[in-house]
Protein backbone atom coordinates (compact mmCIF):
# COMPACT_ATOMS: atom_id res chain seq x y z
CA UNK A 1 0.00 0.00 0.00
CA UNK A 2 1.63 3.45 -0.93
CA UNK A 3 -0.32 6.54 0.00
CA UNK A 4 0.48 9.98 -1.52
CA UNK A 5 -0.43 13.22 -0.18
CA UNK A 6 -0.36 16.38 -1.92
CA UNK A 7 -1.84 20.21 -1.45
CA UNK A 8 0.27 21.66 1.15
CA UNK A 9 1.37 25.33 0.29
CA UNK A 10 1.32 28.45 2.17
CA UNK A 11 -1.59 29.99 3.03
CA UNK A 12 -2.80 33.24 4.50
CA UNK A 13 -4.60 33.03 8.19
CA UNK A 14 -8.39 32.74 6.81
CA UNK A 15 -7.59 30.66 4.04
CA UNK A 16 -8.59 27.35 2.52
CA UNK A 17 -6.70 24.49 1.23
CA UNK A 18 -7.42 21.13 0.46
CA UNK A 19 -5.78 17.88 0.75
CA UNK A 20 -5.21 15.40 -1.35
CA UNK A 21 -4.30 11.71 -0.07
CA UNK A 22 -3.85 9.25 -3.20
CA UNK A 23 -3.91 5.26 -2.47
CA UNK A 24 -2.55 2.40 -4.62
CA UNK A 25 -4.96 -0.10 -3.26
CA UNK A 26 -7.47 -2.62 -4.60
CA UNK A 27 -10.41 -1.73 -2.54
CA UNK A 28 -10.20 1.29 -1.30
CA UNK A 29 -13.18 1.31 0.85
CA UNK A 30 -12.36 -0.85 2.91
CA UNK A 31 -9.35 1.23 4.51
CA UNK A 32 -10.60 3.70 7.27
CA UNK A 33 -8.07 6.63 6.20
CA UNK A 34 -7.03 9.42 9.47
CA UNK A 35 -5.35 12.85 8.58
CA UNK A 36 -2.37 13.75 11.64
CA UNK A 37 -0.17 16.76 11.69
CA UNK A 38 3.07 17.19 13.50
CA UNK A 39 4.05 20.99 14.10
CA UNK A 40 8.35 21.41 14.33
CA UNK A 41 8.98 20.65 17.77
CA UNK A 42 5.77 19.15 18.73
CA UNK A 43 4.39 15.30 18.61
CA UNK A 44 2.40 14.20 15.75
CA UNK A 45 -1.58 14.31 16.44
CA UNK A 46 -4.39 13.32 15.34
CA UNK A 47 -6.79 15.48 12.90
CA UNK A 48 -9.21 13.50 11.04
CA UNK A 49 -10.39 10.20 10.29
CA UNK A 50 -13.12 8.97 7.82
CA UNK A 51 -14.01 5.30 8.62
CA UNK A 52 -14.08 2.30 5.79
CA UNK A 53 -17.84 1.30 4.20
CA UNK A 54 -20.16 3.49 6.37
CA UNK A 55 -17.94 6.91 6.20
CA UNK A 56 -18.02 8.01 9.58
CA UNK A 57 -16.15 10.84 10.75
CA UNK A 58 -14.00 12.02 13.93
CA UNK A 59 -12.37 15.38 14.25
CA UNK A 60 -9.74 16.51 16.84
CA UNK A 61 -11.65 19.68 18.62
CA UNK A 62 -8.87 22.13 17.42
CA UNK A 63 -10.01 21.63 13.87
CA UNK A 64 -13.75 20.68 14.64
CA UNK A 65 -16.13 22.68 12.24
CA UNK A 66 -13.05 24.01 10.29
CA UNK A 67 -12.19 21.26 8.49
CA UNK A 68 -13.86 18.26 6.86
CA UNK A 69 -12.86 14.61 5.72
CA UNK A 70 -13.66 12.94 2.69
CA UNK A 71 -13.22 10.34 0.15
CA UNK A 72 -14.30 9.74 -3.11
CA UNK A 73 -13.64 5.90 -3.31
CA UNK A 74 -13.92 5.34 -7.05
CA UNK A 75 -10.81 7.32 -7.19
CA UNK A 76 -9.05 6.06 -4.21
CA UNK A 77 -8.23 9.03 -2.15
CA UNK A 78 -9.14 10.87 0.59
CA UNK A 79 -9.48 14.45 1.04
CA UNK A 80 -8.86 17.39 3.74
CA UNK A 81 -10.38 20.38 3.10
CA UNK A 82 -9.17 23.10 5.50
CA UNK A 83 -10.93 26.38 6.11
CA UNK A 84 -10.72 29.02 8.33
CA UNK A 85 -6.60 28.49 8.72
CA UNK A 86 -4.93 29.61 11.40
CA UNK A 87 -1.35 30.10 12.15
CA UNK A 88 -1.43 27.21 15.09
CA UNK A 89 -2.28 24.61 12.07
CA UNK A 90 0.86 24.92 10.31
CA UNK A 91 2.30 21.69 10.53
CA UNK A 92 3.55 18.91 7.93
CA UNK A 93 -0.29 16.44 7.43
CA UNK A 94 -0.05 13.20 7.09
CA UNK A 95 -2.63 10.87 5.65
CA UNK A 96 -2.77 7.35 6.99
CA UNK A 97 -4.88 3.93 6.22
CA UNK A 98 -5.65 1.11 7.86
CA UNK A 99 -7.78 -1.70 7.16
CA UNK A 100 -8.04 -3.61 10.82
CA UNK A 101 -8.68 -0.05 12.97
CA UNK A 102 -11.54 -0.76 14.65
CA UNK A 103 -14.28 2.23 15.40
CA UNK A 104 -13.14 3.35 18.47
CA UNK A 105 -9.59 3.54 18.08
CA UNK A 106 -9.08 5.02 14.76
CA UNK A 107 -8.11 8.78 16.01
CA UNK A 108 -4.86 6.90 17.52
CA UNK A 109 -1.42 6.49 15.72
CA UNK A 110 -0.78 3.39 16.69
CA UNK A 111 -3.63 2.14 14.66
CA UNK A 112 -2.66 2.72 11.65
CA UNK A 113 -0.29 0.18 9.38
CA UNK A 114 0.07 2.80 6.74
CA UNK A 115 1.72 6.54 6.09
CA UNK A 116 2.06 9.12 3.47
CA UNK A 117 5.22 11.05 3.10
CA UNK A 118 3.28 14.47 4.98
CA UNK A 119 2.41 17.46 2.46
CA UNK A 120 3.72 20.78 4.63
CA UNK A 121 0.60 23.23 5.16
CA UNK A 122 2.35 26.89 6.06
CA UNK A 123 -0.15 29.63 7.97
CA UNK A 124 0.84 32.89 7.76
CA UNK A 125 -0.49 35.49 10.13
Known amino acids: VQLQASGGGLVQAGGALRLSCAAS????????MGWFRQAQGKEREFVAT????????DYSDSVKGRFTISRDNAKNTAYLQMNSLKPEDTAVYYC???????????????????WGQGTLVTVSS
Open 96 to 114: AASKSVIYSQSTYQRAYDY
Open 25 to 32: VRTFSAYT
Open 50 to 57: IRRYGGST
